[in-house]
């Protein structure tokens, strides 16, 4: 046998190998997601509730009625607004951990996965009591004599927007640390040598080569946004209808199963949507740093 025939075959008992070693994730991600996935279009392909006729009569009676589009661009609008808020408080804790000494990054790591420790159940339920007509927020309103009755925080958009992007915020912070730890430093202090202002290398050098971390966190914070069923749920109180409540109020309650697996699917294709539209704004990031 030749050293070429050789090489071939052992290259090709290297690859039989790598893919032995996804053959476990393979059938795990295939029995447990492909598979549902299938199962629930297979559902939400009926027009009526004893799933005895197809048809794509659940996505016309969906998108045919304006309250489920309301629904539908009320809980994407809810993603934007959390993905926007997290960034806004997100980016200054990335920069404040990037730019400490190794003694305080510690605890300041801590601080920052604090969320990701404690149950969602728990936090939410922290943020009503917070922002309840009794709760801290109105009682420190009423003890500065800023109130005369409570204010109603909870139950209201913003109070879902601010209990989510409270519970998001590490899964915005961790990327940008990692992307603004990437960035060389030289390249700010060569900025500042050709008499660029603070302001403007940040804009200029800093912000578009963190693009990447910014980016991860968008999809992590806006996909778990959207699909929030505990937090919106508690914070919004039943009188705020968002698409995963919706689903299981037809699911559950209704128990119209293949309105509630269209509705499902018409959720997932948006967030799928969603996320192809950053990748590609993603993509444009070249053309934003040379820009």
Not at 133 to 143: C, F, M, P
Not at 153 to 167: E, G, N
Not at 237 to 265: E, H, K, V
Request: charged share 10%; glycine share 8%; aromatic share 10%.
């Amino acid at each position: 046998m030749s050293s070429v025939v050789r090489t071939r075959v052992r290259g090709s008992r290297r690859i039989a190998g790598d893919w032995l070693l996804t053959l476990p994730l393979s059938v795990f991600f295939l029995a447990f997601v492909a598979v549902p996935l299938a199962l629930l279009a297979a559902i939400s392909l009926h027009n009526d509730a004893a799933m005895t006729h197809a048809g794509l009569h659940q996505y016309a009676r969906f998108f045919s009625d304006s309250y489920n589009r309301g629904i539908l661009w009320s809980t994407l609008g809810l993603g934007v607004w959390t993905t926007t808020s997290c960034i806004v408080l997100g980016y200054p804790v990335a920069w404040l951990y990037v730019s400490s000494s190794a003694h305080w990054r510690r605890p300041l790591l801590l601080c920052i996965l604090l969320p990701l420790l404690t149950s969602s159940v728990v936090r939410t339920f922290a943020w009503v009591v917070i922002l309840g007509n009794e709760g801290l927020v109105n009682q420190v309103l009423a003890a500065l004599g800023l109130i005369g009755s409570p204010v109603k925080l909870l139950y209201t958009p913003v109070a879902v927007v601010l209990s989510l992007a409270q519970i998001e915020l590490p899964l915005m912070v961790l990327p940008l640390a990692t992307a603004l730890s990437a960035i060389d430093p030289r390249l700010s202090e060569a900025s500042h040598a050709l008499g660029a202002s603070p302001w403007r290398t940040w804009w200029r050098v800093t912000l578009p080569l963190s693009v990447p971390g910014l980016l991860s966190g968008t999809l992590l914070v806006f996909t778990g946004a959207v699909s929030a069923f505990v937090v919106q749920t508690l914070v919004g109180g039943g009188q705020l209808m968002y698409m995963p409540f919706y689903i299981y109020q037809q699911a559950i309650q209704s128990q119209d199963y293949p309105f509630a697996a269209a509705i499902a699917m018409i959720l997932l294709v948006s967030i799928l949507v969603m996320i192809t539209l950053l990748n590609y704004g993603g993509r444009k990031t070249k053309g934003f740093i040379h820009g």
